[in-house]
């Protein structure tokens, strides 16, 4: 009976976000047809308990109280009570076409009735249609690929690819950047609480990470994002002072840290995603890939966040920046959540991959190339690019009144639905925010009915990457309850004198 009527609630629109008891001060979540199975499994202190037992304990969960997910329908997620919640993190930047969408499922599933997996050592009908399809989105001789399984094994593979076709060893990443976690890819991880105290970073150098708001340059004409910083800036309309600072940074860093200045590659994500949604000032990366190339090098763009439309004015995030990477790496959202990561280069530089045997067991099996090119139909026939584009921006400008509003958001910015909201503790020394009130402020908006990331150094900057099928109806929504949870917020620290 009691499923019954918890279903009947969910139809009729009745319950309040999140699932709880409704209270009139609470925004309203939009309506959602699908209702959720009833859930069968262990109980959640059973699910807890095993947890603790047998995963390793630097899984850690979010949420004082982690959340047991049992369904998922585009963009929400349903817990074991059949609580709803608006998912604005889209599984790490992952659910990119939305959760379960029928056309992907139906896709996985006929492959799995037909063939799973041989591995490339015989051909299957899927891996060549899907090389062709993806590669076919790639501008210029971009027109071979490797698939895998990871961000971290795409990575991996890309900085092997440049120091072989280079016959150079030293990488270039930049600080904040996040580019993986294996043993190779750590290396060029440069955020300390992603690095293990092991040997990993052998050649590699970490340059000055160009960020406009808490770098040492930059102001409210340097980014390319429909919200600017409040820094105040000296740039002309097209020209931008802090792009060319920073490159006289990583000019220094070819002069004084690298063999006769020569390098094997740059990674560059095309915007941060881990670090909290940093983007660099415009025209920055075009003058990098320049230096790279002039001695000797190759550009690789890290797209596993930022690929397949999430930034909406573009299908990948390097177009945004004018330039034309050697190598590309992509992974999450290529497969809406089914484990796929592929890398995109030219013949010339793949061919350099056969000076030895090099293989991957489940790269490229049939089911992830059917699940690939079901992810492919489904952005091109429900416009989720340009959804991206119109949905993201108007967020982004719904997130901007709210930094108006309280001084506590440092920063909003992003491209599409690559959004980051930066909290702080005061607006003019951009401080991070208190982690207790960070949390506190995060755990009202999850209680609302709202899902967010967690990012940057400091852990201080709200990340939004939802599904690219999330509505205007799903915006108002969010931004409300943030409101709700930034007044609250506010009333709290203005009870507590000198507290910040």
Known sequence: MATLRRASLLLTGRSAPGGARHV?????????????KPYMGPSYDEMVRTRDAHLVPCLKSYYKKPLLMTEGHMQWLFDHTGRRYLDLFGGIVTVSVGHCHPKVTAAATEQMNT???????????????YAKRLTDKMPGDLKVVYFVN???????????LARLYTKQFDIISFRNGYHGMSPYVMGITAHSTWRF???????????????PYQGLWGGKHCRDSPVQTTRDCSCAPNECEAADKYYTQLEEVFKYSLPRGKVAGLFAESIQGVGGTVQFPKGFLKKAYELVRING?????????????????????FEGHGVRPDIVTMAKGIG????????????????????????????????ACAVGMAVLDVIQEERLQQNSQVVGTYFLQELARLRDQFPCVGDVRGKGLMIGVEMVNDPVTKAPMNNKHFIDLWEDC?????????????????????????????VDFGVAVLRKALQTHTEKTKRQPGSS
């Open 197 to 211: 105290d092991v040997p990993v970073a052998q050649g590699v150098h970490h340059a000055m990470n160009p960020d």
């Open 115 to 129: 063939l799973w997996h041989t591995t490339a050592i015989y051909m299957h009908p899927k891996i060549q249609e």
């Open 150 to 160: 990871s961000g971290s094994e795409a990575n991996d593979l890309a900085m092997l």
């Open 297 to 317: 090098g190759l550009c690789i763009a890290d797209e596993v966040q930022t690929g397949f439309g999430r930034t909406g004015e573009h299908f990948w995030g």
């Open 446 to 474: 999850k209680n609302m009915g709202v899902l967010l990331g967690r990012g940057a150094l400091n852990g201080n900057v709200l990340r939004i990457k939802p599904p690219m099928c999330i509505t205007k109806e799903d």
């Open 24 to 36: 009139s001060s609470l925004p309203n979540m939009p309506a959602c047809s699908h209702v959720p």
């Open 336 to 367: 809406n959540g089914f484990p796929l990561a592929a890398v995109v280069t030219t013949p010339a530089v793949a061919e350099s991959l056969g000076q030895a045997l090099h293989f991957n067991t489940f790269g490229g099996n049939p089911v």
